[in-house]
């Protein structure tokens, strides 16, 4: 079984750009958490999607958006990008939305903001 | 809120010996998991364990084990027999049941394994 994908793996964008990133879930997964990723601030949970419904949101400011489509893949935008943005972003397949199902996890997209 | 800290930025083992990374909570709930996940410098993040706090028996997996112990909020992870190919990040986690998949993550512990 293919595991989860990301893609772009690495990007370069400028500061006031916008930036999407694509996650690709584990067949059958219905459930897809976003992390971001930093030397400062450690691993700190985005927002988490669930048969295309945002189920739970982190503390980011509102430029940090996402989405889900119907075959579960996920996408997270960002826009108007800062330096401070400039992280590995993670995202998490899991079946079901709950701690009981384990999560496996891509192989992130470094962003680099410049 | 939730917090977790790992109070060990780094450790090191010598291979084939044991090593036990630290971890405690905060928390005032009742009902949730615990996890520790491992990023080796491939940075593809890894579960190594998990813990259902509601269970008194302490996860086991092969050479990892965890002492949780509820009320002291603490749950460190054992590795015995040390292998090279365990030198990675290990991230203490913890989520909170029925609040969807979130994972509140530890700053981390860099593992490094000598011969």
């Known amino acids: 079984k293919a595991g989860v994908t990301q893609t772009p793996r690495y990007l370069i964008k400028t500061r006031g750009q916008q930036v999407t990133l694509s996650c690709s879930p584990i067949?059958?997964?219905?459930?897809v958490s976003w992390y971001q990723q930093t030397p400062g601030q450690g691993l700190q949970f985005l927002f988490e999607?669930?048969?295309?419904?945002?189920?739970n949101k982190g503390n980011f400011p509102g430029r940090f958006s996402g989405r889900q489509f119907s075959n579960s893949r996920s996408e997270m935008n960002v826009s108007t990008l800062e330096l401070g943005d400039s992280a590995l972003y993670l995202c998490a397949s899991s079946y079901l939305a709950d701690p009981y199902n384990e999560q496996f996890f891509g192989p992130g997209t470094r962003l680099t903001v410049l | 809120a939730q917090t977790v800290t790992q109070s060990q930025p780094e450790m090191s083992v010598q291979e084939a010996e044991t090593v036990t990374l630290s971890c405690t909570y905060d928390t005032s709930e009742s009902d949730y998991y615990l996890f520790w996940y491992k990023q080796p410098p491939s940075r593809q993040m890894i579960l190594v364990i998990r813990q259902e706090a509601y269970k008194q028996q302490n996860a086991t997996e092969n050479r990892f084990s965890v002492n949780f112990q509820k009320a002291a909020k603490s749950f460190s992870l054992k590795i015995s027999d040390s292998q090279l190919g365990d030198a990675a990040m290990y991230f203490c986690?913890?989520?909170?049941?029925?609040?969807?998949?979130?994972?509140?993550f530890g700053t981390g512990t860099r593992l490094q394994v000598t011969l």
């Open positions: 067949s059958g997964h219905r459930s």
């Open positions: 986690a913890f989520a909170i049941t029925g609040t969807a998949s979130k994972l509140t």
């Open positions: 999607y669930f048969s295309e419904t945002q189920r």
